[in-house]
């Protein structure tokens, strides 16, 4: 089945510096990849997406880009503030091709803190 | 725009009784909802997905009699929670699709939290 693996948390950084949150996943078609962001209190908003390979999905200075040959998904921004600190999921959605419907299959989260 | 309300973002019950949660897409029709059960530092588990007009379709180990789920237009889906007990207890959060593809974006409401005393 299909499957999304995260790093473990709690990531801590300092505001300014570089994250990478790793996210590799399983699945047996084409899916789709996405981040989504839940900041404390509220519900996941989707943070950026893509849609096939080779795809780079960003927003708000954060990017990641679809890697088949890896199935990886990295999170990666260059210079977080206070205010992005949350949890972060990695999720995949299958391809309709293989009958996976758009059921989404997420990764455990992992929770970012970043301090003055 | 693609903003989903969930009511209410808290309840508090006696074991036992039911507990109705509604998800509402705010400004876009909703062909495809879900619900989802988020329990403390873990990630989401997908409940059931409901199509509109359509019985919901259930996620192995999810009690179809226990968690009710209508989605009766394509603003609106339920999940009624039926004898909750407190192992019920959890974090419930809806999402809503206008698309039925892989590719179409979820849209995520703001979680209701239930306790049951």
């Known amino acids: 089945g299909n499957s999304v693996t995260q790093m473990e948390g709690p990531v801590t950084l300092s505001e300014e510096a570089f994250l990478t949150i790793n996210c590799t996943y399983t699945?047996?078609?084409?899916?789709?990849l996405f981040w989504y962001v839940q900041y404390p209190g509220e519900g996941l908003q989707l943070l950026l997406k893509?849609?096939?390979?080779?795809d780079k999905g960003s927003n708000k200075g954060f990017e990641a880009t679809y890697r088949k040959e890896t199935t990886s998904f990295h999170l990666e921004k260059g210079s977080v503030q206070v205010s992005d600190s949350a949890v972060y999921f990695c999720a995949l959605s299958e391809s309709r091709l293989t009958g996976g419907g758009n059921k989404l299959t997420f990764g455990t989260g992992t929770q970012l803190k970043v301090e003055l | 725009g693609a903003v989903v309300s969930q009511h209410p973002s808290r309840v508090i019950c006696k074991s036992g009784t039911s507990v109705k949660i509604e998800c509402r897409s705010l400004?876009?029709?909703?062909?495809?909802m879900f619900w989802y059960r988020q329990f403390p530092k873990k990630s989401l588990m997908l409940m059931a997905t409901s199509n509109e007009g359509s019985k919901a379709t259930y996620e192995q180990g999810v009690e179809k009699d226990k968690f009710l789920i209508n989605h009766a237009s394509l603003t609106l889906s339920t999940l009624t929670v039926t004898s909750a007990h407190p192992e019920d207890s959890s974090f419930y959060i809806c999402?809503?699709?206008?698309?039925?593809?892989?590719?179409?974006?979820?849209?995520f409401g703001p979680g209701t939290r239930l306790t049951v005393l």
């Open positions: 699945a047996t078609g084409y899916p789709s």
């Open positions: 400004d876009f029709q909703a062909t495809t």
């Open positions: 893509a849609t096939k390979a080779d």
């Open positions: 999402s809503a699709s206008s698309g039925t593809t892989p590719a179409d974006t979820q849209y």
